[in-house]
Every structure is written in C-alpha cells, then in structure tokens.
C-alpha cells in the first residue's frame, strides 16, 4: 500500500529547478491537505515549510504516518528572510509522528548544530547529506537521487512502524 504524500515546498515556491518540483505538485494548505486524505499522509517538507509542519504539529489533531523535513532554517539566522517572521520560534515539543531531517553540511540558513538541536528537540533523526548548500534549485542536484533514497528508506520505515503499532 503506498502512503499519500503531501510536499511543502519553503518560502516562495521552489521553482522549476527545485527537487520538489520534480518530484510532486504544490499543495496549497497542509491542514486542508491532510484532512482531505483518506489515510495518514507522508509529509515532505522543505526549508520554511519544516517550520510550518513544527507549528502545525503543535497546534493540529491530524494524524500523518511522518515528515522528511529538508533544510530546517535556523530563524535567528542572519539571511533568515523577514517575511519569515511568523514561522519563527518553532515549537521545541517533540513531532508526535516520525521525522527525519536532512541537512547540509553549508547550508547558509541553517548550521548543522541547529539542525542536531531541532532532530533532538522533534525526537527526529538526521541524515547529513553533504555539501549542497540549502538543498534546493541552485544545488545543482536537479530531481536528487540521494534524497529519493532517504525518503524511501524513510517511508519504509514509517510503514514498519505502523505495522508494529496495528
């Protein structure tokens, strides 16, 4: 059985050269998006929208079998977009669903120490995937075979674990 699967892509789209766009369509609104699926979904988030999914979390009784959280953006960061503002301070409470946060290792809005702190505040796991800047158009990584394969080990794993839980 294949798990629905809702992408949220960061701050102003992702773009025609962002690995989201090869991989899903835009979904406009996460909470409408999740209760209109018949099942728990998967949620793939990037940049802002892993902020957006902490916020959600904090707030919505929704059940999603987890999120593969690209990108964390630190808000206190210095490049942190100001239109950005009302995503920050993210919520510290552990996900109550699974995640795994990918991050790079130069990403220029978030440092690896913050990403360990937001996996170990979310009760999440990390996954450094390198050098790829924000992990976006302008990586040069087109439709991300690498990310494919930690979102299907991911995927697999969130199926295993309701399978446990059932």
Same mark, same amino acid.
């Given at each position: 059985?294949?798990?629905?699967?809702?992408?949220?892509?960061?701050?102003?789209?992702? !773009?025609?050269?962002?690995?989201?766009?090869?991989?899903?369509?835009?979904?406009?609104?996460?909470?409408?998006?999740? @209760?209109?699926? #018949?099942? +728990?979904?998967?949620?793939?988030?990037?940049?802002?929208?892993?902020?957006?999914?902490?916020?959600?979390?904090?707030?919505?009784?929704?059940?999603?079998?987890?999120?593969?959280?690209? @990108?964390?953006p630190d808000p206190l960061c210095a490049?942190?977009?100001?239109?950005?503002?009302?995503?920050?301070?993210?919520?510290?409470?552990?996900?109550?669903?699974?995640?795994?946060?990918?991050? @790079?290792?130069?990403? +220029?809005? !978030?440092?690896? #120490?913050?990403?360990?702190?937001?996996?170990?505040?979310?009760?999440?796991?990390?996954?450094?995937? !390198?050098?790829? !800047?924000?992990?976006?158009?302008?990586?040069?990584?087109?439709?991300?075979?690498?990310?494919?394969?930690?979102?299907?080990?991911?995927?697999?794993?969130?199926?295993?674990?309701?399978?446990?839980?059932?």
């Amino acid at each position: 059985m294949t798990s629905t699967i809702i992408v949220l892509p960061g701050i102003g789209g992702s !773009g025609p050269n962002h690995w989201q766009t090869h991989w899903e369509d835009w979904i406009a609104a996460l909470d409408n998006a999740v @209760s209109e699926t #018949e099942e +728990p979904p998967l949620l793939i988030a990037h940049s802002l929208a892993c902020l957006l999914v902490a916020h959600w979390a904090a707030r919505s009784a929704r059940q999603v079998c987890g999120a593969f959280l690209v @990108s964390v953006p630190d808000p206190l960061c210095a490049i942190f977009p100001s239109e950005a503002a009302t995503f920050s301070d993210p919520p510290e409470l552990p996900l109550p669903f699974p995640s795994l946060i990918v991050a @790079s290792d130069n990403d +220029p809005y !978030g440092s690896l #120490e913050y990403a360990t702190r937001r996996a170990q505040q979310w009760n999440g796991g990390l996954v450094i995937a !390198g050098a790829l !800047g924000h992990i976006n158009g302008n990586s040069g990584i087109e439709n991300w075979p690498q990310g494919a394969m930690l979102l299907e080990a991911f995927q697999a794993g969130t199926k295993k674990q309701a399978m446990t839980v059932k």
